[in-house]
């Protein structure tokens, strides 16, 4: 059991828009650690794909987004595609934990 | 191109031990922190451990504290993870990822494929 909170599914329909929470508590990312979102597509390693809560790196395109709310992040598709069918994890810190790097559980993101 | 490419794993009877390796390049080793992040069959990501870019500062998840050790060459450009009393819970996928910052402390911004590890009798 992550400490952070993400949905095990989400789907949509080409073109639709789909977000995907993450949810934290006052130890990682409501105590203002960075959120990092990954893209991990079927039998691959995973992607960075957000970095710092709403940056992309260089080739993601701009239909990915991220943003924060509180103990809370979400990452948002837009003009969703087949492609975009995977599954996707937020990361985070958190300062009750030895080591203290976190990742949710994942999301398994479905294009209907 | 930044490339990290995992070996040494292979299936291992419960209690024994395995090393892996990271070989590095594409970029300046030596600049950034480094990750060993696990990928049981079918489940989710699971950090491991973490290296900063002089090993000075070094961390574990709680279930692997005392039995994994990393360390890394910079002279070689690599990374290792020594794997003591592995448990059947530890079967997984390992990958090596780059960290954004010297200390461990920004984003995986670049995965190797990973290297399979199977404890099993």
């Known amino acids: 059991q992550s400490v952070l909170t993400q949905p095990p599914s989400v789907s949509g329909a080409p073109g639709q828009r789909v977000t995907i929470s993450c949810t934290g508590s006052s130890s990682n990312i409501g105590a203002g650690y960075d959120v990092h979102w990954y893209q991990q597509l079927p039998g691959t390693a995973p992607k960075l794909l957000i970095y710092?809560?709403?940056n992309r790196p260089s080739g993601v395109p701009d239909r990915f987004s991220g943003s924060k709310s509180g103990s809370s992040a979400s990452l948002a598709i837009t003009g969703l595609r087949a492609e975009d069918a995977a599954d996707y994890y937020c990361?985070?810190?958190?300062?009750?934990?030895?080591?203290?790097?976190?990742f949710g559980g994942g999301t398994k993101l479905t294009v209907l | 191109e930044v490339h990290l490419v995992e070996s040494g794993g292979g299936l291992v009877q419960p209690g024994r031990s395995l090393r892996l390796s990271c070989a590095a390049s594409?970029?300046?080793?030596?600049?950034?922190?480094m990750h060993w992040v696990r990928q049981a069959p079918g489940k989710g990501l699971e950090w491991v451990s973490s290296i900063s870019w002089n090993s000075g500062t070094i961390g574990y998840a709680d279930s692997v504290k005392g039995r994994f050790t990393i360390s890394r060459d910079n002279a070689k450009n690599s990374l290792y993870l020594q794997m003591n009393s592995l448990r059947v819970e530890d079967t997984a996928l390992y990958y090596c990822a780059k960290d954004s910052l010297a200390a461990a402390a920004g984003t995986n911004d670049y995965w190797g494929q990973g290297t399979l590890v199977t404890v099993s009798s």
């Open positions: 990361q985070s810190y958190d300062s009750s934990l030895s080591g203290s790097r976190v």
């Open positions: 594409g970029f300046t080793f030596d600049d950034y922190a």
């Open positions: 710092g809560y709403t």
